[in-house]
Nanobody, 129 residues
């Protein structure tokens, strides 16, 4: 059984930084060379928005235009945790951030939430002075 658990969300001032973590378990029982990990976010009254994605084995990160240059997705060598380093945070980055995983072959598919098979429960990020 795959489980994803996010952590690290909190209130931060504009211009500040946060690092979110997504602890993954059970992926070895349902994984492939094309397995991807993604971060999405959802603000009140909006749909789930792609933030960043990375191939679980090869790396090769992808980012939405709204976070490119400010956020960095990475995973540890043991392939148990995926991180989202968020710098230069803006009030519009306020949202619940979700970690997701799934067998995705094409980088262009990272942005589509329906391509992911497993989801975490989310962690709240609030950017405000």
């Amino acid at each position: 059984q795959v489980q994803l658990v996010e952590s690290g969300g909190r209130l931060v001032q504009p211009g500040g930084s946060l690092r979110l973590s997504c602890a993954a378990s059970g992926l070895t029982s349902d994984s492939s060379d094309s397995y991807a990990m993604g971060w999405f976010r959802q603000a009140p009254g909006t749909g789930r928005q792609f933030v960043a994605g990375i191939n679980w084995y090869a790396g090769s990160p992808e980012y939405s235009e709204s976070v490119k240059g400010r956020f960095t997705i990475s995973r540890d060598d043991a392939k148990t945790t995926v991180y989202l380093q968020m710098n230069s945070l803006k009030p519009e980055d306020t949202a619940v951030y979700y970690c997701a995983s799934g067998p995705i072959y094409y980088y262009s598919d990272y942005a589509f939430p329906e391509k992911y098979k497993y989801w975490g429960q989310g962690t709240q990020v609030s950017v405000s002075s």
